[in-house]
């Protein structure tokens, strides 16, 4: 195999890459069937109380099922906002955008980046941050604290790599 041959891995490739979402335990589908539920609950409970002439109790089981969908739907919006990390040999970008859509990004040198993190015995890592001269970072927020460990892990090895520089096909 000739030099100019080789198999080479750029340095623009990510080394690391990850998007961090907030976890939300039930989905549309589940949303539909839970305010289908509910709502018909609602209803039908409030039928007893319309047939005694008791008919403004029923504007509150109404006032009920209109109050949870408008919190699920406040809890889906938030639920839209995500955290992406990018690693690549020459640079770090994190990027993280709003329930509302508003993005803020931060580039680094890999070279000058070190993980900070904050352990509660009891609770587990309770902050991880990137931490780059005077800039620190939060990072991982919407993780638990077993997950946000396990971040922490593959993501300083992946750090340690980006630190050692690209590895070539004919390096060992």
């Given at each position: 195999m000739t030099p100019d041959a080789r198999?080479?891995?750029?340095?623009e490739d990510p080394v690391f890459d990850a998007e961090i979402t907030p976890h939300r335990s039930l989905g549309p589908r589940g949303f539909a069937i839970l305010m289908a539920a509910f709502g018909t609950a609602s209803l039908l409970l409030s039928i007893p109380?319309?047939?005694?002439?008791?008919?403004?109790?029923?504007?509150?089981?109404?006032?009920?099922?209109?109050?949870?969908?408008?919190?699920?739907?406040?809890?889906?919006?938030?639920?839209?906002?995500?955290?992406r990390i990018v690693l690549t040999y020459l640079e770090l970008v994190i990027r993280r955008?709003?329930?509302?859509?508003?993005?803020?990004?931060?580039?680094?040198?890999?070279?000058?980046?070190?993980?900070?993190?904050?352990?509660?015995?009891?609770?587990?890592?309770?902050?991880?941050?990137?931490?780059?001269?005077?800039?620190?970072?939060?990072?991982?927020?919407?993780?638990?604290?077993?997950?946000?460990?396990e971040f922490a892990d593959a993501f300083g090895a992946a750090l340690a790599a980006a630190k050692a520089g690209p590895r070539f096909a004919d390096e060992r």
């Open positions: 198999p080479q891995r750029a340095v109380f319309f047939l005694i002439g008791a008919w403004p109790v029923v504007g509150f089981f109404g006032l009920d099922v209109a109050l949870l969908w408008l919190t699920f739907r406040i809890s889906f919006a938030e639920g839209r906002a995500c955290e955008v709003t329930p509302k859509g508003v993005a803020q990004e931060w580039r680094f040198n890999p070279s000058w980046v070190r993980l900070e993190s904050e352990t509660d015995a009891d609770f587990g890592m309770t902050r991880l941050a990137v931490r780059s001269r005077d800039a620190s970072i939060d990072v991982a927020r919407a993780l638990s604290p077993h997950e946000r460990a």
